[in-house]
């Protein structure tokens, strides 16, 4: 089993629509989670950073976390055509740590 | 927002060939920079860790003399694809914190004929 595992997608949706993207993990040690963006041929780039379980919400952007079930969201409200892009998750043990351990990364395609 | 800068964006090299990446932090000073390696519809998967004026940590199974990383000053690393061949060809990325946060380099597509 994989440490942190991602549906790959592609997941297609009609601009306006919610979205919602997720990642379950298998090491409880993971403390803080992070949610990055990357388009096609470009970096990732970081969009949500959590840490406690609850939510965190920015802009159109909802980040979820869930330790005790070991399971991380993302939603995306209103979505738009230049949301399509691969998101993915990412965790870390400790604050400090720069290593991050990544999901596969969902393929997001918003139709217009 | 930091930025890191990666160059080339793409590279195309003939088989048996050496290439340089180029990673640098523009507006911090990056201690430790990290190269990940991402192949179509996969993860990132981190190669190695690269520290300033030391030598690089390199993760399980990834060859050490083929993927030489030289972090000579705080602001650039350079990872270098010795000998490359096709399987080589994939997306390297680099990527360096500052307070904290992981900021990614625009990537690099290798591809070796």
């Known amino acids: 089993q994989k440490e942190v595992e991602q549906d790959p997608g592609p997941l297609s949706v009609p601009e306006g629509a919610i979205v919602s993207l997720n990642c379950t993990y298998s090491?409880?040690?993971?403390?803080?989670f992070m949610w990055y963006r990357q388009y096609s041929r470009k970096g990732p780039e970081l969009l949500m950073y959590t840490y406690s379980s609850g939510n965190k919400e920015d802009g159109r952007f909802t980040a979820q976390v869930d330790k005790s079930s070991k399971y991380i969201s993302l939603f995306i409200r209103d979505s738009q055509p230049s949301d399509s892009a691969t998101y993915l998750c990412a965790m870390k043990w400790r604050a400090g740590s720069y290593q991050l351990t990544f999901g596969k990364g969902t393929k997001l395609s918003v139709i217009p | 927002g930091a930025v890191v800068s990666q160059h080339p964006s793409w590279v195309i090299c003939k088989s048996g060939t050496s290439v340089k990446i180029e990673c640098r932090s523009l507006d911090f000073q990056a201690t430790t920079m990290f190269w990940y390696r991402q192949f179509p519809k996969q993860s990132l998967m981190l190669m190695a860790t690269?520290?300033?004026?030391?030598?690089?940590?390199?993760e399980q199974g990834v060859e050490k003399d083929k993927f030489l990383i030289n972090h000579a000053s705080l602001t650039l690393s350079t990872l270098t694809v010795t000998s490359a061949h096709p399987e080589d060809s994939s997306f390297y990325i680099c990527?360096?914190?500052?307070?904290?946060?992981?900021?990614f380099g625009q990537g690099t597509r290798l591809t070796v004929v």
């Open positions: 690269s520290n300033e004026g030391s030598k690089a940590t390199y």
């Open positions: 990527s360096a914190s500052y307070r904290g946060e992981a900021f």
């Open positions: 090491n409880s040690a993971f403390q803080y």
